[in-house]
């Protein structure tokens, strides 16, 4: 949730991408550079989570209190795998399924997009929810995450990576979902140190700690806004932050960096060698040729 803050000042503060919102207003989705590398690394963001959730635990080999022997640490490690997995995935499918509904195409990145949303949602909460409650938090999650999208479009606001939306939205939704469905016994389990801790309101915690992660929220939101509003401000003010508008036609591979990382033959040239031609398919005819 702190990246995502930050993320939005910064997207607000420096404004859009040129051509991203057309003269009538109108949202136009700039084309993206390689499907197949944001598949690449959603997966490795999505393994590295493995090691994030599941690996935050201090000790493996810890047996629980009043327990037998084949319970212990060791299975709440194993519980926050799962519950990471199956909120990753829950968000990755409703997203799939409920853009191809909005947009009607089918399209990857919504669904990479999707998946991180799911994760970064059930972060707060992976060691102390049940895994039922692992498929709310994903489903949730993939609803705020293309609600959070659709708001930014209607209001002109363009970040290239969703970072807001995933990591700010999806991020508060599992602050709340955590106060929601934490269980008396995981967290009790995980988190010994201190007794009779409050856990989650539907699981029969009561309130108490929703309201406190309603406060961490609003902390949250008003500690990030406070110091990286400023610094992406004078960051704005200096010319730090952004490249220039003839950089940013040109694009940053051919003025920065010395190439084309990428070949595009959308117009067939006979005469263009190397690279990877893609054709451009016509529809097929509605009506019989003649012979």
Not at 17 to 38: E, K, N
Not at 41 to 53: P, V
Not at 130 to 137: F, H, K, L, T, Y
Not at 152 to 172: N, S, V
Request: glycine letters at 14%.
């Amino acid at each position: 949730m702190v990246g995502g803050i930050a993320g939005l000042w910064g997207a607000l503060i420096e404004g859009p991408r040129i051509g991203r919102f057309g003269g009538s207003g109108r949202s136009v989705a700039l084309r993206g550079h390689s499907a197949s590398l944001v598949v690449l690394g959603t997966f490795l963001l999505w393994f590295g989570w493995y090691g994030f959730n599941p690996g935050s635990f201090a000790k493996i080999l810890a047996p629980y209190p009043d327990s037998d022997a084949y319970y212990g640490q060791w299975s709440a490690i194993g519980r926050t795998a799962v519950t990471t997995t199956l909120s990753g995935c829950t968000a990755a499918l409703t997203t799939l399924f409920g853009k191809r509904v909005m947009s009607g195409h089918w399209n990857v990145t919504d669904v990479c997009n999707g998946l991180l949303g799911g994760l970064a949602a059930i972060t707060a909460s992976c060691s102390v929810v049940e895994p039922w409650a692992a498929v709310i938090c994903g489903f949730v999650a993939s609803l705020v995450l293309m609600g959070c999208n659709k708001l930014a479009e209607k209001l002109k606001y363009d970040d290239p990576l969703e970072a807001a939306q995933l990591h700010g939205g999806c991020g508060m939704w599992g602050v709340i979902f955590t106060a929601l469905f934490a269980s008396e016994k995981y967290v009790a389990e995980v988190y010994p140190s201190v007794a009779n801790r409050p856990y989650g309101l539907f699981m029969g915690g009561g309130g108490r700690l929703l309201a406190a992660h309603l406060i961490q929220v609003v902390v949250i939101v008003g500690w990030v806004s406070a110091t990286m509003g400023p610094l992406f401000f004078i960051l704005h003010k200096l010319k730090l932050l952004r490249i220039s508008a003839e950089d940013e036609l040109a694009g940053m591979d051919l003025t920065r960096h010395g190439g084309f990382a990428y070949a595009y033959h959308d117009q067939d040239d006979p005469d263009q060698k190397g690279g990877f031609p893609l054709s451009r398919v016509e529809p097929a005819a509605t009506t019989p040729q003649s012979v």
